[in-house]
C-alpha cells in the first residue's frame, strides 16, 4: 500500500469519517496475484444471511419519503403520482423551497400535502417516521449512501439513483445493511426499462441471438449545458456543481450503469455467471481541465477523470462486456446497447437494428419472402414483426401510461411502476443490492486499474458465495393474474379513497392557511390530515 494511502486509512480510521464518496475508498485494500489486482472481500458477518431473490412481505399503499429535488426528484414524485396505491408522505431537500415547490404536484394530482424537511441531515427525520416503506433518493452523489443508509436502519426500503453507491466502502455497507435488515436497496437503473433493451432482453431470453457472447453499453452526453445546473454545495468554494467536481476528484467510470445494467441483465450476472476481472484505459482530459480553468479563473492540473473512459469486463462463463464513459467531448447521446450473440446481433445506437440469418429469422418465428443475409440489418417489415413478437410482457402492461407520464420516454414510470409492484405483491425486485454493487463498482475498479498501468482487477463476488444460485437466469417476477388483479384493484381503490378524503377535508385549503404560521390554523391543518 503507498504512503498516500496509508495516510488516508489511518485519517479516516481517526476521524471515524469513512465517508468519502471518491472513487477509491480509503479502507480498500487488495493484495496482487499473477500480475492481476485482488481487492479484499469482507467476510460476512456471523449470522447473516445472503439477499439473493430477497422477498418481503407485501404492502398495499406504498409510503413514499423523496429525498433530493431538483432537476431529477420532481419527475419522479409526478410520477408517484400516477402509480396507484402510493402515496408521497415526504418531501425532502437541502433547500427548502426546492421541497416546498413540489407540493405543487401533489396538489394538481388531487393527492394530499406532503410533510416537509430540509437542510444537510433533515432526511434523518424522514428516515426516523414510522409512516414510510420506501426512502427515494435522488441527491447529489455524495449523498446517495448516507442517505440510504439512515434509511436501511431505520428500517426502509431504499431506492437510489445511479450511480447509487461510489466506492467499494459504500458499496459493502448496503450490502451488509441489506442483508441484516431483510430490506430491499434498489438502484434506479431507468435504462433497463427501455423499449429497445426490454425486447432485446427478451429475444436474448428465447434464443433469437443464439449464445450471446459479448456486449456493449456506454453513457457518451456531452453534459455542457448542464455543468452549471448542478446543486452547488454552499459549504464548498470550488465554485464547480457537484458532478464536475466529482469528475475533477475520481478517476475509473464514474456513471457506469446506463451502459452496464441492461446488459448485465442479458448477461445473467450473479443468476449463473458472474464478473470476474476487468481492464480499464481512460483517456487523459481536455475538456475537464479547460472547463475547471475557466470557471474557476485558476489553472487546473489535477483532473483526474479523462473525457473518454473504457471498461473491459470478463466474465466467469468466457463472455465480455465493453462499457464506456464520456461527458466531455461534443458528439450525439449514445449508449452503445450492442448485444453480440453465436446466432445475431442487436445494436440500438445510432440506429436500432437487428442482424439475423434467414433461418435464425425463421426458428424466432417470423416467414418472409424477403431477402435476408447477415450481412445487413433486417429490413423494416421484419425488423417490425420480430419486435411485435417479442414485446416484453412488463412493456405490454405498462408501455401506453408510460407514453402518457413520460420520464425519458416512458422508462422511467415503468421502472417506477415494477418496483411499486414487485413491494405491493411482496415478490423480489427486477434489481437489488449485488446488481447495484456490481454496476456501481465500475468506478473504483476501473481507478484503481488505471491507476495502476491498466491493469487486471479482480471482481469480488459481492453475493458471496450465492452468485450462481438461479439456474433460470435473470428472470422478473410476477404475481399469479389472480393476485395481481386484486392487488392491482385494491390499489386503484386505495388511490381514489385518498383523493376523495383530501378534497372531502379540504386538506389544500387548510394547508394554504396553515402557511400563515397561525397556531389554530397548524392545528386544524393537522386535524384534518390525521383522519386520511
Ligand atoms: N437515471 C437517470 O436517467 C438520471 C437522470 C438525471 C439525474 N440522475 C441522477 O439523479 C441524481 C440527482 O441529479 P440532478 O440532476 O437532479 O442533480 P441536482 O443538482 O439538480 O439535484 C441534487 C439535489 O440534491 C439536493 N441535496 C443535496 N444535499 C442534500 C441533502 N443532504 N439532503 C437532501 N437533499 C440534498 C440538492 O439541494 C439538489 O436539489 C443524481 O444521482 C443523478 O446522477 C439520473
Redesign the pocket.
Known amino acids: 500500500m503507498s504512503s498516500l494511502r496509508t495516510l488516508i486509512v489511518a485519517l479516516s480510521l481517526l476521524t471515524g469519517s469513512a465517508l468519502l464518496a471518491q472513487s477509491l475508498s480509503p479502507l480498500t485494500t487488495y493484495h496482487w496475484q499473477e500480475g492481476t489486482l485482488v481487492v479484499d472481500t469482507p467476510a460476512r458477518p456471523a449470522g447473516q444471511q445472503h439477499a439473493v431473490q430477497l422477498t418481503t412481505p407485501k404492502i398495499a399503499q406504498v409510503r413514499v419519503g423523496f429525498?433530493?429535488?431538483?432537476?431529477?426528484?420532481p419527475d419522479a414524485v409526478a410520477r408517484y403520482t400516477q402509480i396507484a396505491g402510493t402515496r408521497v408522505m415526504a418531501l425532502?431537500?437541502?433547500?427548502e423551497e426546492?421541497a416546498v415547490a413540489c407540493q405543487k404536484i401533489l396538489r394538481e394530482a388531487g393527492m394530499p400535502p406532503a410533510d416537509i424537511y430540509c437542510?444537510?441531515?433533515?432526511?434523518e427525520a424522514l428516515c426516523q417516521r414510522p409512516d414510510i416503506d420506501l426512502v427515494y433518493v435522488?441527491?447529489?452523489?455524495?449523498?446517495?449512501f448516507p442517505?440510504a443508509k439512515c434509511a436501511l436502519e431505520n428500517g426502509k426500503h431504499v431506492a437510489i439513483?445511479?450511480?447509487s453507491a461510489m466506492n467499494l466502502e459504500q458499496i459493502w455497507t448496503l450490502i451488509d445493511l441489506a442483508e441484516q435488515k431483510r430490506l430491499h436497496c434498489m438502484i434506479?437503473?431507468?435504462?433497463c426499462y427501455d423499449w429497445y433493451e426490454m425486447t432485446a432482453l427478451n429475444m436474448a431470453q428465447q434464443g433469437v441471438f443464439g449464445e450471446v457472447i459479448r456486449a456493449e453499453g456506454a453513457y457518451i452526453h456531452t453534459l455542457d449545458p448542464y455543468w452549471d445546473?448542478?446543486?452547488k454545495?454552499p459549504n464548498d468554494d470550488s465554485m464547480l456543481?457537484?458532478?464536475m467536481k466529482y469528475n475533477r476528484e475520481s478517476r475509473g467510470d464514474v456513471?457506469p450503469t446506463?451502459g452496464l445494467g441492461p446488459v448485465a441483465q442479458v448477461m445473467n450476472i450473479h443468476r449463473g455467471d458472474r464478473f470476474t476481472t476487468l481492464v480499464a484505459m481512460d483517456t487523459k482530459s481536455v475538456h475537464g481541465t479547460e472547463f475547471v480553468s475557466e470557471h474557476t479563473g485558476k489553472p487546473c492540473s489535477d483532473f483526474r477523470n479523462g473525457d473518454h473512459t473504457t471498461t473491459l469486463l470478463r466474465t466467469q462463463l468466457g463472455k465480455v462486456v465493453e462499457i464506456q464513459h464520456n461527458v466531455m467531448t461534443p458528439q450525439p447521446y449514445n449508449r452503445l446497447y450492442k448485444i453480440t450473440g453465436s446466432r445475431g446481433y442487436a445494436t440500438k445506437y445510432p440506429e436500432e437494428h437487428y442482424s439475423l440469418s434467414k433461418e435464425q429469422l425463421a426458428a424466432a418465428g417470423i416467414q418472409t419472402e424477403a431477402k435476408i443475409s447477415y450481412h445487413s440489418f433486417l429490413p423494416e417489415t421484419e425488423h417490425k414483426a420480430l419486435e411485435e413478437r417479442y414485446r416484453h410482457p412488463i412493456l405490454k402492461k405498462y408501455g401506453e401510461m408510460a407514453l402518457e407520464v413520460g420520464g425519458?420516454g416512458g422508462m422511467?414510470y415503468i421502472m417506477d411502476s415494477r418496483l411499486v409492484y414487485c413491494l405491493q405483491n411482496g415478490l423480489p425486485l427486477d434489481m437489488d443490492v449485488y446488481d447495484l454493487a456490481e454496476w456501481c463498482c465500475l468506478a473504483e475498479l476501473g481507478a484503481l486499474s488505471i491507476d495502476h498501468n491498466c491493469c487486471a482487477v479482480a471482481f469480488p463476488d459481492f453475493t458471496r458465495g450465492h452468485w450462481n444460485d438461479i439456474p433460470t437466469g435473470f428472470r422478473h417476477a410476477y404475481a399469479s393474474p389472480a393476485d395481481e388483479a386484486a392487488t392491482d384493484e385494491a390499489a386503484r381503490q386505495l388511490t381514489q379513497t385518498l383523493k376523495d378524503n383530501t378534497a372531502k377535508l379540504g386538506l389544500w385549503q387548510l394547508y394554504d392557511k396553515a402557511q400563515t404560521g397561525k397556531k389554530s390554523a397548524l392545528k386544524a391543518y393537522d386535524k384534518a390530515k390525521a383522519k386520511l
Do not use: F, I, K, Q
Not at 92 to 95: F, K, L, M, R, S
Not at 138 to 144: C, I, K, L
Open positions: 429525498v433530493g429535488l431538483g432537476m431529477r426528484g425532502c431537500d437541502y433547500e426546492r437542510g444537510e441531515t433533515g432526511y435522488a441527491t447529489d452523489w455524495e449523498h446517495h442517505v439513483e445511479v450511480p434506479l437503473e431507468n435504462c445546473h448542478y446543486w454545495n456543481g457537484w458532478r456513471y446506463h425519458h422511467d
